[in-house]
């Protein structure tokens, strides 16, 4: 009975706001079609909101409120909110009304729903749970918190902030972890969600690429080479002045003599093998050096990592070509 009461000094108060003669609404900038429009909207509102449908009458008294603000209308707009159990939201409804510029003529309903805002709103406070997310754990380069997929701000974080009933999911994301924690909160619930962050990952180390590697292996095969092929020639240069002393005129007198030739011919194979060996290594290892980096940076697990921002630029080398020549450009 009271509530249809309310509701009907509600449709009296809304028509009385809205049905101001046309010097005063030429007086407050709002023009006949709006104010008629406002008061078919807010009709409209009341009976919404005297059938249940709280999110309809809520978008009609916004619309009636936004073309001729009246306390009444944002009086029923905060009720619906909260019906709708969006409590934060309809508690700064509630003092929008409080804070409404009226004139001296203002019609007395006008003033008691701003009283009864003053009332409903004081009511109303102390139920509004409040929510607080900590951090715990190193937060790295930096850490992002989202409520229900909402970016939370940095300061916010470790305060008691006013939120509406219900369950929310809070995330919060550093480089490399996600962390995530659900939380029910309940009217006049004084909840708090604290979020354990894991200790930073080791940095990644530096190390010499696989590439590189095989570059210093040919090299070192193709040094090994060279080296053996040179020690081969020195005994191939000595046997064979032996032998040229022992045979004058490539004439060997006995076969003993003639058996030289054997060792001669196995210094002169080994000492060709090397130079071989040593040119075909030198020629793959050099470029594959030069164009490898040098270093790269891997996680202790063995993945290979993004160098650090202070790291030393590496050594490379790249092919160029242009209409005058062509050529290797490097950084080393």
């Not at 009296?12 to 006949?32: E, K, Q």
């Not at 003053?118 to 930096?142: A, F, K, Q, S, W």
């Not at 040179?230 to 002393?245: C, D, E, H, N």
Request: with cysteine; proline share 9%.
């Amino acid at each position: 009975m009271r509530c249809a009461l309310s509701l009907r000094i509600l449709t009296v108060a809304t028509a009385a706001a809205l049905s101001v003669p046309a010097p005063a609404a030429a007086a407050d900038g709002v023009d006949a079609a709006s104010r008629a429009t406002a008061r078919k909207v807010g009709g409209e509102a009341v009976k919404l909101f005297e059938s249940g449908d709280f999110a309809g009458a809520l978008e009609k008294f916004n619309t009636a409120d936004s073309l001729v603000p009246a306390p009444t209308l944002g009086l029923y707009a905060a009720r619906c909110l909260v019906r709708l159990g969006r409590l934060v939201e309809a508690s700064e409804r509630y003092l929008e009304v409080t804070r409404m510029q009226l004139d001296r003529g203002a019609l007395q309903v006008m003033r008691k729903a701003q009283a009864d805002a003053v009332v409903e709103r004081d009511r109303l406070l102390p139920t509004i749970p409040t929510l607080e997310i900590r951090l715990e754990g190193p937060r790295g380069d930096g850490v992002e918190v989202a409520v229900d997929g909402k970016p939370l701000l940095a300061g916010l974080l470790g305060e008691k902030r006013p939120v509406d009933p219900g369950k929310y999911t809070i995330v919060a994301k550093r480089a490399d972890t996600t962390v995530t924690r659900d939380v029910a909160v309940a009217l006049r619930d004084a909840a708090q969600v604290v979020l354990p962050l894991p200790p930073l990952p080791l940095p990644p180390a530096p190390r010499m690429p696989l590439l590189p590697k095989v570059g210093w292996v040919a090299v070192s095969a193709g040094g090994a080479g060279l080296l053996t092929g040179g020690i081969a020639a020195l005994a191939a240069v000595a046997k064979g002045q032996s032998l040229l002393t022992a045979c004058p005129l490539h004439v060997c007198p006995d076969p003993a003599t003639l058996a030289m030739a054997g060792p001669y011919n196995a210094a002169r194979a080994a000492s060709t093998a090397g130079f071989i060996v040593g040119a075909v290594g030198l020629a793959a290892g050099i470029p594959i050096v030069i164009a490898s980096p040098s270093v790269e940076y891997a996680y202790p697990d063995g993945q290979v990592a993004p160098p650090p921002k202070d790291a030393p630029a590496r050594a490379a080398i790249a092919p160029w070509v242009t209409l005058g020549g062509a050529g290797l450009r490097g950084i080393f």
